[in-house]
């Protein structure tokens, strides 16, 4: 999971780190999180926020990422959490731009998803092994 | 190796840091600098433009004024407080280069960024892309209609706007009423699930603030204000920012 610098060092510190990893754990099962190094308050920024992803310097915005994607590719993790929406516009690109093809997802994606109820509609960033898990049941729109 | 000596006259004194120091806060320092690196070390901006946080600070304390107010670093970095955080001595860099993106003339700031902090100006949603307060809540009505009609069990759900005297008034991105609509349907049912008494509203729905990214003190205020206005004037108690 992606510590927000927002949420986290900027604001609430370290216990809306642990909240965080409360809330995951319970979602993925604990033996399914894995976290990256640094973390919580001594996270790095993953180069999306400030502005930079509308700043105009897309091959400094992604050097930047680098470090971001090097650790996320060190946990061996098939997933990242990134539950703040600038994370995950820069992580999503890191995954694709350097090949590591991790998927990335909003916390309420995985919410929802562990509580049976994540829409058809509501599952793009969720990769192949998720995406039929626990679909809930649908009726035909009448027109 | 560095290939080029800086020389530094005598009398040359930065009058950028001293102004940047007069703002900082009681204990605010930017001359009890060790030069130790650690900012720098664990710094994800070290080394784009052949530039870093320790460097930046340096330039300023041997009154590299104009080198420092013209460097584009000052848009590659985030801000993100890693430095400070790390730092012993509890320097305000973020905060310098605040103020560096702030001595950019206004129209030779990043296009992307003044474009966003201009569109945002414009009306009351304050939504960076533009959305005005028929289309956030055309859309929003639109998507819970759909999940209503086809998801079993959601009959009920709730996406409400302009709903006076809840709870919480919550904010939300541009991207999504605009680009994947769908993408707010999980958080309308945690909500749901929940119980919150919660509400958008047509005016200063938008969370994002690239005035703020901007350094344009006078936009930046002005979005906040318009956006609590909202929040007071549906008397709501908690506004809710999810950036």
């Known amino acids: 999971m992606q510590d927000p610098c927002q949420l986290v060092r900027k604001t609430f510190g370290d216990p809306v780190a642990d909240d965080l990893r409360f809330v995951v754990k319970a979602v993925v099962g604990e033996e399914n999180y894995i976290d990256m190094t640094p973390n919580k308050s001594n996270n790095y920024c993953c180069g999306g926020g400030g502005g930079f992803l509308q700043s105009g310097f897309p091959d400094e915005r992604r050097q930047y990422g680098k470090l971001k994607d090097d650790q996320i590719k060190a946990t061996g993790a098939t997933y990242c959490i990134t539950p703040c929406h600038n994370c995950h516009a820069q992580v999503h690109d890191l995954s694709e731009h350097y090949g590591g093809h991790y998927n990335v997802v909003h916390l309420w994606t995985l919410i929802c998803l562990s509580m049976g109820c994540l829409g058809p509609n509501e599952r793009t960033y969720l990769g192949e092994d998720l995406a039929e898990l626990l679909m809930p049941e649908v009726r035909e729109e009448e027109e | 190796m560095v290939d080029e ?101 206004r129209d030779k700031r990043p296009k992307g960024i003044l474009g966003s902090c201009d569109m945002a100006l414009r009306n009351d949603t304050c939504s960076a892309m533009g959305a005005t307060e028929e289309d956030f809540e055309f859309v929003v009505g639109d998507v819970l209609d759909e999940v209503r009609a086809t998801q079993v069990g959601w009959e009920d759900l709730e996406a409400p706007v302009n709903k006076e005297g809840a709870e919480f008034f919550l904010n939300q991105n541009s991207r999504e009423p605009v680009t994947e609509p769908d993408e707010m349907v999980p958080l309308w049912k945690i909500l749901h699930k929940v119980g919150a008494d919660w509400t958008y509203g047509t005016k200063g729905w938008a969370a994002e603030n690239y005035c703020m990214f901007m350094a344009d003190d006078e936009a930046w205020k002005h979005i906040v204000e318009v956006k609590k206005k909202a929040v007071e004037d549906l008397r709501c108690k908690v506004w809710l920012n999810t950036e």
């Open chain 2, 5 to 105: 000596v800086v020389k530094i006259g005598k009398k040359r004194k930065s009058a950028f840091k001293d102004m940047v120091k007069s703002i900082l806060p009681e204990g605010g320092n930017l001359d009890a600098c060790l030069t130790c690196g650690l900012c720098s070390s664990g710094c994800p901006a070290t080394g784009i433009g052949d530039m870093d946080p320790r460097k930046f600070l340096r330039m300023a304390a041997l009154g590299l004024d104009e080198e420092l107010t013209t460097h584009p670093w000052a848009w590659h970095c985030t801000m993100c407080m890693r430095c400070i955080h790390a730092c012993p001595m509890k320097i305000n860099i973020p905060q310098l280069v605040f103020n560096a993106r702030k001595a950019w003339p």
